[in-house]
């Protein structure tokens, strides 16, 4: 009883540190056009991309697979001050997943532990109605039972995702994150 009460203090407070490091970005369904960088391969390339370039990078990129294991996660912050130094920080509340391709489910770490499972499916973007690999909530976590994540592959082993609150008609977009499944 004592570990759960310590996850779920962990998890608020991992929440309340990831709402203040994530100001809530203006999303447009309008995308740019505006080139991304021919030579997108790791999270820092990432970092440093505006929200239509990062929309434009996930409209054009496949589901890829689901990567097996644990995988290095960063939250973030196009078009924010200081999107580095706010992804880096980032770092210590939420590190990235581990994902179990033979149960179709994945896990978040959070402050160095699992926590926060859902399950792991193909099914359609809700930015833009094509194919997804999408890590899903609901049913599977209190705590995050109200959001869903979709991810691209941008570049062998890179992953682009988009995290969704489904309490809004429509759905609302919450924030990107990243994670590199190459060891």
């Known amino acids: 009883m004592r570990q759960r009460t310590r996850i779920i203090g962990i ?13 809530q970005p203006a999303r447009s369904d309008e995308v740019l056009l505006m080139q991304a960088p021919a030579t997108i391969r790791t999270l820092d390339d990432l970092v440093t991309l505006s929200a239509p370039q990062l929309d434009q990078l996930y409209r054009q990129s496949p589901p890829g697979p689901v990567p097996p294991g644990k995988v290095k996660g960063r939250a973030l912050y196009p078009d924010a001050r200081f999107p580095r130094a706010r992804s880096n920080a980032a770092r210590i ?46 049913g599977t976590s209190k705590i995050y039972g109200n959001y869903r994540d979709e991810i691209r592959q941008v570049a062998p082993g890179l992953y682009l995702g988009l995290m969704y609150d489904r309490t809004t008609s429509p759905p609302a977009f919450k924030m990107y994150f990243a994670f590199n499944a190459n060891p």
């Not at 998890?11 to 100001?23: C, F, K, M, R, Y």
């Open 93 to 138: 509340a939420w590190q990235g997943k581990v994902f179990h391709p033979e149960s179709s489910t994945a896990v978040n770490r959070f402050f160095g532990l699992r926590a926060v499972q859902g399950k792991v499916y193909s099914g359609p973007s809700w930015l833009d109605g094509n194919p997804s690999m999408i890590l899903d909530y609901e």
């Open 11 to 23: 998890l608020g407070l991992g929440a309340i540190v990831g709402t203040w490091l994530a100001p």
